[in-house]
């Protein structure tokens, strides 16, 4: 933790929820600060609004509008004399314009500077950014070079191609091309979707690699120009471009290629001065690796850096926007050991992973050394269509990857969760799963092995106890049961 004295704010208002919520509240406490938090009337008796010192009721004509309402969060952290804002992750952390009214408001905002986050927003200015500044980027055409000749030259890419939206993020819009005789078609799906999800049609295309990794790397700036890298994840393990399993130390790379990675994702964020927590992306294939994206926010999967590195990423995102310099320096940090982060979901895999819904009848988190469950959705709640369905994050940690699997398959087993449909039978098969063992997992595993998802039938034995207890809750069932004479009953399982 930081070894700050005097805090130039007492409070921090969290604008977001369920788990990143709580998360950044827990360190918000151990550091002796107070947590404030917004909440729609969806979230009032959420665990996050239960933990903090102060909520604060914000409205919308949606749950999602209210919590993208940067003028009413603003009003929101003056109203609770809150002195900085955190983020957390999706909703305004990554929208330049919420960054800046609140340092107008007079308010440390717990990110980096707006125009860092313009800048790795617009994936093409980022993308020439990167190149222009030597670093690894993967064959492209983007439109906005010359628009008239972008079919031409996407075309002179070479297929498979990847074709991108400008201002995506989160694997939106995103098409694979592998037949070229498709490719204005797929501009055009393209375009319409980077249009509804972003309000902006622009592309780009760039090489796609068969098969590839997806390898990313934590770093951290401060105000005073100093930089470092906190190693990296990988987050190979994927269902339509979002991620379900993340891991550190990536299994795939050697040492050398860790460093060199890591280094240069330093690089990056040092070419641009950057400020605060983020995280570095590249595409790895066949030895090398390439410039994907920068995400100028903490990442959900953040807790893996955290277990290999003992270093608390929201504590330190809080002493860069005190102005405090880094008290890391690159050759004090070391990793030790291996971490992987499972996200639990509301969703079916067998049914194309589609969302569900429901209550939180009965919550059990598994517990255990090296066992943590970041989680925002409490015993007796519920998981509604309003928002993201990711429930919780389980993540473990042993001496090596092997130990560290054995924990996730362990605390899975021991996992409770009862009333919505969940992965969680799929994550235990697939830390069963032979090809996840050895770590032959590229981003486009499970999209193309779809068995992967399909739910095993229960042997008889589950069958019949599954059935029994279906029986007992129904109240004729449990009439009989009960006005069975004790002789009888002591009879046990008889037949005539």
């Not at 939206?165 to 319409?192: F, Q």
């Not at 240069?264 to 983020?278: C, D, N, S, V």
Request: net charge negative.
């Amino acid at each position: 933790m930081p070894s700050i004295t005097r805090w130039p704010f007492d409070t921090v208002l969290i604008a977001n929820r369920g788990e990143i919520a709580l998360r950044v509240i827990r360190t918000v406490h151990a550091l002796g600060l107070r947590a404030a938090v917004v909440y729609h009337v969806a979230d009032r008796d959420s665990p996050a609004v239960t933990k903090a010192d102060r909520a604060v009721e914000i409205t919308g004509e949606t749950p999602v509008a209210a919590y993208l309402d940067a003028k009413q969060i603003v009003a929101a952290a003056q109203a609770c004399g809150a002195g900085a804002i955190h983020p957390g992750y999706g909703f305004l952390s990554e929208n330049a314009d919420f960054a800046r009214a609140v340092e107008a408001a007079g308010i440390a905002f717990v990110g980096p500077k707006p125009e860092q986050i313009e800048l790795m927003g617009d994936k093409v200015r980022a993308r020439a950014f990167v190149e222009k500044g030597g670093f690894p980027v993967a064959p492209s055409a983007i439109e906005d070079d010359d628009p008239d000749s972008f079919v031409e030259r996407a075309r002179a890419v070479g297929a498979p191609l990847l074709i991108k939206p400008s201002a995506g993020g989160g694997g939106k819009g995103m098409r694979i091309v592998r037949d070229l005789s498709v490719l204005e078609t797929e501009i055009a799906t393209a375009r319409s979707e980077g249009q509804r999800y972003f309000g902006d049609g622009r592309l780009y295309v760039e090489r796609f690699i068969d098969e590839p990794r997806h390898i990313e790397v934590q770093v951290l700036g401060d105000a005073h120009g100093q930089v470092v890298h906190v190693f990296e994840r990988e987050c190979s393990v994927q269902r339509r471009f979002q991620k379900i399993v993340e891991e550190s130390p990536a299994p795939v790379l050697s040492p050398d290629e860790r460093l060199h990675i890591s280094e240069t994702a330093a690089g990056i964020a040092r070419a641009i001065g950057y400020r605060g927590a983020g995280t570095v992306e590249f595409i790895y294939g066949k030895g090398e690796f390439f410039f994907l994206e920068m995400n100028t926010r903490l990442q959900v999967e953040h807790p893996v850096t955290e277990e290999v590195t003992g270093i608390d990423l929201v504590a330190q995102q809080l002493a860069i926007a005190a102005g405090e310099p880094l008290a890391l320096e690159q050759s004090s940090i070391a990793t030790r050991g291996h971490a992987i982060e499972l996200r639990i979901y509301a969703e079916d895999p067998a049914a194309g992973y589609l969302p569900t819904t429901g209550p939180i009848l009965r919550l059990i988190p598994p517990q255990g050394e090296h066992v943590r469950w970041d989680g925002g959705v409490a015993e007796g709640g519920a998981v509604t269509a309003a928002f993201d369905p990711m429930i919780a994050k389980l993540i473990v940690w042993g001496e090596d990857r092997e130990q560290a699997v054995a924990r996730a398959r362990a605390a899975l087993e021991a996992t409770v969760l009862l009333g919505c449909q969940t992965n969680v039978a799929f994550l235990r098969a697939l830390m069963d799963h032979p090809d996840f063992v050895t770590a032959a997992i590229h981003t486009g595993y499970l999209d193309a092995h779809p068995e992967a998802a399909e739910a095993a039938p229960p042997d008889h034995a589950t069958l019949t106890r599954l059935l029994a207890a279906a029986a007992l809750s129904t109240r004729p069932i449990r009439d009989v049961a009960d006005s069975t004479p004790s002789l009888h009953a002591a009879i046990g399982d008889w037949r005539n």
